[in-house]
């Protein structure tokens, strides 16, 4: 029996990166897994190769958000797991960012969660059974880089509303976690070092060199870990936002 034999999972966010990864590992421990993304062809391919089920949604949109998870109780009857792992991570610092490039942080990195959340929840709460969240966040929510500043607004944002939740739904048995991931290997870390930090096709060689453990952190690590929180071997744990990071936060030299 896998961790998650027969549990129902909603990957947000599930077409690349972090999200694809959760997707592999979900599968592998016997969910039945939903993702979503916003590029179709993409998320056809990924459903094709994985077996997962692909729905389109554009996360931006409360509506979309909250309707990825009717989706799936349309389709299972129920949602038993949910993971936030959409993100958006373009550039900006306090005096740069456009009220754009803020609202455009807000929609994906906070409110999108939260109504994918107070769906699937509601399902729960009123199915009168327990589930689980993980929400993916980040390290930089501790105040993160100058050029950060609508990211970690909105990311720290969604720090509070997990341990707000999670206190909420205590005695309904719904446990609300999140990991604040560091500096992770992604096509989409990747994508963004080239465009905002012109890097090169050695850009993985010097960060590895730069970080204590020597290597950034992996998806499938990252991937393993969420299946943890989200599965009953991860026990009573709730309200808990970790750090998955090589970054001892408050650590001086």
Same mark, same amino acid.
């Given at each position: 029996?896998?961790? /998650?034999?027969?549990?129902?999972?909603?990957?947000?966010?599930?077409?690349?990166?972090?999200?694809?990864?959760?997707?592999?590992?979900?599968?592998?421990?016997?969910?039945?897994?939903?993702?979503?993304?916003?590029?179709? !062809?993409?998320?056809?391919?990924?459903?094709?190769?994985?077996?997962?089920?692909?729905?389109?949604? @554009?996360?931006?949109?409360?509506?979309?958000?909250?309707?990825?998870?009717?989706?799936?109780? +349309? /389709?299972?009857?129920?949602?038993?797991?949910?993971?936030?792992?959409?993100?958006? *991570?373009?550039?900006?610092?306090?005096? !740069? *960012?456009?009220?754009?490039?803020?609202?455009?942080? $807000?929609?994906?990195? /906070?409110?999108?969660?939260?109504?994918?959340?107070?769906?699937?929840?509601?399902?729960?709460?009123?199915?009168?059974?327990?589930?689980? #969240?993980?929400?993916?966040?980040?390290?930089?929510?501790?105040?993160?880089?100058?050029?950060?500043?609508?990211?970690?607004?909105?990311?720290?944002?969604? #720090?509070?509303?997990?341990?707000?939740?999670?206190?909420?739904?205590?005695? +309904?048995?719904?446990?609300?976690?999140?990991?604040?991931?560091?500096?992770? +290997?992604?096509?989409?870390? !990747?994508? #963004?070092?080239?465009?905002?930090?012109?890097?090169?096709?050695?850009?993985? @060689?010097?960060?590895?060199?730069?970080?204590?453990?020597?290597?950034?952190?992996?998806? !499938?690590?990252?991937? +393993?870990?969420?299946?943890? /929180?989200?599965?009953?071997?991860?026990?009573? $744990?709730?309200?808990?936002?970790?750090?998955?990071?090589?970054?001892?936060?408050?650590?001086?030299?």
């Amino acid at each position: 029996m896998g961790l /998650l034999q027969d549990k129902v999972v909603l990957v947000n966010g599930g077409s690349q990166g972090v999200g694809a990864g959760v997707v592999r590992a979900a599968l592998r421990e016997g969910a039945r897994v939903v993702f979503t993304g916003r590029r179709t !062809d993409a998320g056809e391919a990924f459903a094709k190769e994985t077996g997962a089920v692909f729905v389109r949604a @554009d996360l931006a949109d409360p509506a979309e958000a909250r309707g990825s998870v009717e989706q799936v109780v +349309d /389709l299972h009857g129920r949602i038993d797991c949910l993971v936030n792992a959409a993100g958006l *991570t373009s550039r900006g610092s306090l005096l !740069d *960012t456009t009220l754009e490039l803020f609202d455009a942080h $807000v929609a994906i990195n /906070l409110r999108a969660p939260f109504f994918a959340m107070q769906a699937a929840v509601r399902n729960m709460v009123d199915r009168g059974a327990p589930g689980t #969240v993980v929400n993916i966040i980040t390290s930089s929510a501790h105040g993160g880089q100058p050029f950060l500043a609508p990211y970690v607004a909105a990311k720290a944002g969604l #720090v509070g509303l997990t341990r707000n939740a999670a206190h909420a739904h205590r005695w +309904d048995r719904v446990r609300i976690n999140g990991l604040n991931i560091g500096w992770t +290997d992604t096509e989409g870390e !990747d994508a #963004v070092q080239r465009a905002f930090h012109g890097a090169g096709d050695d850009w993985r @060689d010097k960060a590895a060199e730069a970080v204590p453990m020597g290597k950034l952190g992996q998806v !499938d690590e990252i991937a +393993d870990f969420v299946v943890f /929180l989200l599965s009953d071997r991860s026990g009573v $744990v709730t309200g808990s936002v970790i750090d998955w990071d090589q970054i001892v936060f408050g650590g001086l030299d």
